[in-house]
């Protein structure tokens, strides 16, 4: 069992579409981190929420950090293939030293 | 704007081989790590270090040994190299252990051992 886990793994949308993908653990978080990752590269920082309920916007993209700072959400609008690629969010518990990965969503948009 | 530079990018070792991953940043930051990325686990952190000199484990340290001898170099040595070990790995940076600060990622080193 992983700190984060993500839902869901796999998602596959038609370009328009909206989607949301989730990250939930028993933990409370500082601060939470969004990255995307595309093939053959590293991850790269969307984002960081840090208050709970906080709500931050990317142009199509909204993240949203719990009031409890236990999950956190990434909403996409009207998806573009550009979208396309793995979403990972990360943080680290309490005051330890360990960054903590969630287990990832697979984001494809079809044109 | 080298960044986070990992060397090889690719490499396939036969079971028992050893070998060091290499990592290298140009921005001075204290603190880096290694990952390792399997499908369906996200990325897990093996070992970390907050400075020259100081190292740690992460979540899955066993059969690898790190070393932090500058500022710049984190490398990432498989001592008796295991199939359980094939995965792509990531070294990242970022300016301080404790913060919001973004990690900064390699492009990565894809591991197959035979």
């Known amino acids: 069992t992983q700190l984060l886990e993500q839902s869901p793994q796999f998602l596959s949308i038609q370009e328009g579409e909206n989607l949301t993908v989730y990250c939930n653990s028993s933990?409370?978080?500082?601060?939470l981190q969004w990255y995307r990752q595309e093939p053959g590269e590293g991850p790269v920082l969307l984002v960081t929420?840090?208050?709970?309920?906080e709500v931050k916007k990317l142009k199509r993209l909204t993240f949203q950090f719990g009031d409890a700072r236990k999950d956190s959400s990434l909403h996409i609008t009207a998806a573009q293939p550009g979208d396309t690629g793995l979403y990972l969010c990360?943080?680290?518990?309490?005051?330890?030293?360990?960054?903590?990965f969630g287990t990832g969503t697979s984001l494809t948009v079809i044109p | 704007n080298a960044g986070v530079t990992q060397t090889p990018k690719f490499q396939v070792l036969k079971t028992g081989q050893s070998m060091t991953l290499q990592c290298a940043q140009d921005?001075?930051?204290?603190?880096m790590s290694w990952y390792r990325q399997d499908p369906g686990m996200g990325l897990r952190l093996i070992h970390y270090s907050v400075g020259a000199g100081i190292t740690d484990q992460g979540e899955v340290p066993n059969g690898y040994n790190v070393s932090r001898s500058t500022t710049e170099d984190f490398p990432l040595r498989l001592l008796s190299a295991a199939p359980s070990q094939t995965s792509v790995y990531f070294c990242?940076?970022?300016?301080?252990?404790?913060?919001?600060?973004?990690?900064?990622f390699g492009d990565g080193t894809r591991l197959s051992i035979l």
């Open positions: 990242a940076s970022k300016r301080r252990q404790i913060g919001n600060q973004p990690q900064h």
């Open positions: 933990s409370v978080f500082s601060s």
């Open positions: 929420v840090v208050t709970g309920g």
């Open positions: 990360a943080g680290a518990p309490g005051v330890g030293n360990q960054f903590y």
């Open positions: 921005m001075n930051h204290e603190y």
